[in-house]
């Protein structure tokens, strides 16, 4: 098949939900890249004008499906551990389910402290820049998370059509499909790359107001 034959299988397939192994086949193909880069980048412009359209969901959206990912695995393990070591029993998918939700929070956090720009900073080191050296070293960490964005949204939508299609189910369940959760992930990452659009471009504007750019970054705290 050719790339434009893939790309087309690709999006009518998955719009109409009609996945076999043709599709999986169109996904691990280079056509995948064509589809999802750009899909990326339309997404990252939608969640940058969401987020400003919509405040509340810009301060709370991730850190409220991080922390309701937490409640949920703490909950689960402690019940766990109760019903294990004071009715001898355990439900079988208490140590399978908890991963996968934690996958879920990791990711979440991490889109979120992408906002409050608390991965790899090195601000104590870039404020010895000069304000040009400055925006540049921003400039590339936003152009690195994008191309990471990219990359991830595309194999987790190869990872999740897989599953789909293999119909793997969660470990300890009779029904909990593993796509479930996966499908979470390419939907993280378009999110985190409207973050990083939105970062991109309130530096372009502090650099031309000649603004400061670079801030001490505190983890967790309020953007």
């Known amino acids: 098949m050719s790339i434009w034959s893939d790309m087309v299988t690709i999006v009518t397939a998955t719009l109409s939900g009609d996945i076999n192994f043709k599709v999986t086949q169109a996904y691990r193909s280079d056509a995948a890249w064509l589809v999802f880069g750009p899909l990326t980048v339309i997404g990252a412009i939608a969640v940058h004008y969401l987020y400003k359209a919509f ?6 959206l991730e850190r409220t499906v991080a922390v309701t990912a937490y409640i949920l695995i703490a909950l689960i393990i402690f019940v766990g551990v109760i019903q294990r070591f004071v009715f001898s ?32 900073s090195f601000s104590e ?6 304000h040009k050296g400055q925006y540049y070293s921003l400039l590339m960490d936003n152009v690195l998370w994008f191309i990471f964005c990219i990359i991830c949204v595309t194999t987790m939508s190869r990872i999740t ?7 793997q189910i969660v470990l300890g369940t009779d029904g909990v499909m593993r796509w479930w959760f996966i499908i979470t ?3 993280c990452f378009i999110m985190m790359a409207g973050r990083v659009l939105s970062n991109a471009l309130i530096d372009l504007g ?6 400061k750019l670079i ?8 953007a």
């Open 206 to 211: 502090r650099f031309r107001n000649n603004e």
């Open 215 to 222: 801030e001490q970054a505190v983890i967790g705290g309020e």
């Open 55 to 60: 405040p509340f969901l810009d301060r709370h």
């Open 125 to 130: 080191f870039r404020t010895k820049f000069s």
């Open 161 to 167: 059509v897989n599953t789909y299609d293999n119909f």
């Open 89 to 120: 029993s355990q439900v079988p998918w208490s140590t399978t389910i908890p991963p996968l939700i934690f996958m879920i929070m990791s990711w979440y956090g991490c889109s979120y402290n992408v906002k409050l720009r608390t991965h790899l």
């Open 185 to 187: 992930m390419p939907l």
